[in-house]
Every structure is written in structure tokens, then in C-alpha cells.
Nanobody, 124 residues
Framework: EVQLQASGGGLVSAGGSLRLSCAVS????????IGWFRQAPGKEREGVSC????????YYADSVKGRFTISSDNAKNTVYLQMNSLKPEDTAVYYC?????????????????WGQGTLVTVSS
């Protein structure tokens, strides 16, 4: 079965950096994409970034463009989210997810599998 495990969260100061990891396993289709989502208290879960397994195309929310970078290792067993120039508004639980994603990459409905999530806290 498909499994995802997010890790790497923690407490950092504004302007700092953090790298999140998503260990993935059990994929049976090369069409799966991996997305990062985040959810802050009282807010909707929002798409942060996405990477396609088939062609390595990447997508980013406007709020993180230029600051976050998504990437995958050669074996496609770990996806990373490098977060630089962190802001307090980046504070949230970050989730990685997998899905075929033929529609909008930032829609939670496109993803069938979700990791546990990892907490990122950015202090001002």
C-alpha cells in the first residue's frame, strides 16, 4: 500500500530555513504526483507545492514562490521541501500527499494518500 511519512519540522526563527522530507513507498503508478500542503489553526488546508513523478514538473503557491523548493531523489522514494526565508505566517502542520493529480494540483481532492504531518513553527 502507498504510505507517506513527513518529517523535519521544528521551531525556527523568522528568516531561517528548514527542510522537510516525505518518505514515500508502495506506488504502483508512475503518474503519481507528490504534494505538500499545510494547515494552520482555524484555516483551510492549502496547497504549498507539488512535484510530478513522471516529468519532475513543479508547482508552487504564490505565497512561497522564491522561498520554497520541492525536489525528489533519483529513486523517487523521498521528496523534499526546502524552506528558506521563513515567515511567521508559514507556521502550520505540513502534510505530504500523493495522487494522480490530473486536475488542480492545489486541490486536496486530487490526492488519495496523506502522511501524518509535521509541525513547523516560525517565531518572530
Amino acid at each position: 500500500e502507498v504510505q507517506l511519512q513527513a518529517s523535519g519540522g521544528g521551531l525556527v526563527s523568522a528568516g531561517g530555513s528548514l527542510r522537510l522530507s516525505c518518505a514515500v513507498s508502495g506506488f504502483t503508478s508512475d503518474d503519481y504526483a507528490i504534494g505538500w500542503f499545510r494547515q494552520a489553526p482555524g484555516k483551510e488546508r492549502e496547497g504549498v507545492s507539488c512535484i510530478s513523478r513522471s516529468d519532475d514538473s513543479t508547482y508552487y503557491a504564490d505565497s512561497v514562490k522564491g522561498r520554497f523548493t520541492i525536489s525528489s531523489d533519483n529513486a523517487k522514494n523521498t521528496v523534499y521541501l526546502q524552506m528558506n526565508s521563513l515567515k511567521p505566517e508559514d507556521t502550520a502542520v505540513y502534510y505530504c500527499a500523493a495522487g494522480l493529480v490530473h486536475g488542480l494540483w492545489y486541490s486536496t481532492y486530487e490526492y488519495d494518500y496523506w502522511g501524518q504531518g509535521t509541525l513547523v513553527t516560525v517565531s518572530s
